[in-house]
C-alpha cells in the first residue's frame, strides 16, 4: 500500500475499506498531508468556491444531567460555575448576530432539564417569526424520536449530535453506562428521518483512541454522509476523570478534515474552536485543510467562560462574534471569504 495512491482513489470512489483508512492514518506524514490538503480543497472549490459560512454560537446552558467522562460540564463537576440562558437571553443574541451578518444561529448546550420540548420549540419559533430568513442548528444531545420530532416542526432546520466514537467499546470507556453508542446513533438515524439537516463528529485523540477507531469513524461517515461533521481535537480539563490525558494533535486533526472532505465533498465541515484552542491560527489551518464553516461566539459575555468544556477555550477575540471584523481579514489573507447568507449543504 501506499497512501498516495490510497488518497488518489479515496478521491476517484469516495470510499476506502477500513484497512486502508487505518494504514492512511498510521502512515501519515507530510507529503501525504499535502496531497489529502491539495485534493480536499479542489473538492471543496468545485462545490463552495472560496466561501465560509458563518453561524452563530449561543451556548443556552452548561448545565447537564450526562456524566460524559471527557467533558468539563459532566454534572459530576461540582466545580462548574452553570448558568442557563432565559428566552429573552436567547433573542438578544440572535438580535445582535443578525445584525452582525449572522443567518445561522446554533442554540448548543448541555442536557439540561429545563429545556423541555414546549420551551424549546417557543424559543424556535419565535426565533424563525423574527427572522424568517435564518437557519436554526440545535446541538442538545439525545431526546426521543417525538421529541425531535416537535423541535422539527417548531422551525430547526438542522442538528448537531457528534456520534463521539464509532466503536462501541471505545464509546464505554468515554461515556457511563446509561449512554451507549447504540442510542447516540438511533438519534442520528432519527433525526435524518425526521427530515432535519444531520451533523455527527467526534474528537481526535480522546483517551484510549486508536487509528483502528478512526477508521471505524471514516468508514461510518463515508455510510451515513453527514451533512455537517464536527472534527476537534481531545483537550483535557482539569476537573473531570481524564484531567490527566494528553490533547489531540492538530496536525492529525487537519489531515482528517481534508480526508472527510474527500469522503463526502458536499459535507459542511467546521473549522472547530477547540481546533482553534490546540493551536495557533488553528482555524486557519482546518479551513486551509478543506473546512468551511467557522462558529463564532454569540454568547452573552459573562457566561462564555463558563461553558468549559476543556481547559483555556478560545471564546475572545476572532471566535466571538465581536471579531467578525478580524476574523474576515484573516479569512481574506488565505484567499477565503465570509459569506452572508444560510449556509445550507448543497445536495
Ligand atoms: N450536549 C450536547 C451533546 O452531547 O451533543 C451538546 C454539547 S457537547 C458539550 C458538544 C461537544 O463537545 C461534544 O459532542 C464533544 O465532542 C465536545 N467536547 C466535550 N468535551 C470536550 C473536550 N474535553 N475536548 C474537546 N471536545 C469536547
Known amino acids: 500500500m ?6 488518489q482513489k479515496l478521491s476517484e470512489n469516495q470510499s476506502l475499506s477500513l484497512e486502508e483508512y487505518k494504514f492512511l492514518i498510521d502512515d501519515m506524514n507530510d507529503e501525504s498531508i499535502a496531497f489529502a490538503q491539495s485534493l480536499g480543497v479542489e473538492k471543496r472549490k468545485e462545490i463552495y468556491s472560496n466561501s465560509v459560512f458563518i453561524r452563530g454560537l449561543i451556548e443556552i446552558s452548561n448545565i447537564c444531567k450526562n ?27 440572535c438580535e445582535k448576530g443578525y445584525s452582525l451578518g449572522f443567518r445561522t444561529f446554533v442554540m448548543q448546550g448541555g442536557e439540561d432539564p429545563h429545556f423541555t420540548d414546549e420551551v424549546v420549540c417557543d424559543i424556535v419559533s419565535s426565533i424563525k417569526a423574527k427572522y424568517p430568513d435564518v437557519a436554526v442548528t440545535l446541538s442538545l444531545g439525545e431526546r426521543s424520536f417525538e421529541s425531535y420530532k416537535k423541535l422539527y416542526e417548531s422551525g430547526a432546520d438542522r442538528y448537531l449530535l457528534r456520534h463521539e466514537t464509532a466503536d462501541s467499546e471505545h464509546y464505554s470507556k468515554l461515556h457511563p453506562e446509561n449512554l451507549t453508542l447504540e442510542n447516540r446513533l438511533e438519534c442520528l438515524s432519527n433525526l435524518r428521518k425526521i427530515g432535519f439537516q444531520v451533523g455527527c463528529g467526534f474528537m481526535v485523540g ?5 487509528s483502528l477507531h478512526i477508521a471505524k469513524d471514516l468508514k461510518f461517515i463515508e455510510s ?11 483537550i483535557p480539563h482539569k476537573d473531570t476523570p481524564f484531567r490527566d490525558f494528553p490533547s489531540g494533535s492538530a496536525k492529525l486533526t487537519c489531515f482528517l478534515l481534508s480526508l472527510v472532505r474527500l469522503i463526502h465533498p458536499p459535507v459542511l465541515l ?3 474552536t477547540a481546533l482553534g484552542t490546540s493551536e495557533s491560527q ?5 479551513i486551509l485543510a478543506g473546512a468551511n464553516v467557522v462558529m463564532p461566539n454569540l454568547s452573552p459575555e459573562n457566561t462564555r467562560a463558563k461553558y468549559e468544556l476543556y481547559n483555556n477555550k478560545l471564546s475572545t477575540g476572532a471566535e466571538s462574534a465581536n471579531g467578525l471584523s478580524s476574523l474576515k481579514r484573516t479569512l481574506s489573507a488565505i484567499g477565503y471569504e465570509i459569506t452572508v447568507g444560510r449556509g445550507d449543504v448543497k445536495k
Open 2 to 7: 501506499n497512501s498516495l495512491n490510497l488518497i
Open 270 to 272: 467546521p473549522a472547530t
Open 282 to 286: 488553528g482555524r486557519e489551518k482546518g
Open 67 to 93: 456524566d460524559c467522562f471527557y467533558c468539563g460540564i459532566r454534572c459530576s463537576n461540582r466545580l462548574a460555575d452553570r448558568y442557563r440562558l432565559t428566552k429573552e437571553d436567547i433573542l438578544s443574541c
Open 224 to 234: 451515513f454522509k453527514p451533512d455537517m461533521c464536527g472534527i476537534g481535537p481531545f
Open 206 to 210: 480522546s483517551p484510549y483512541q486508536t
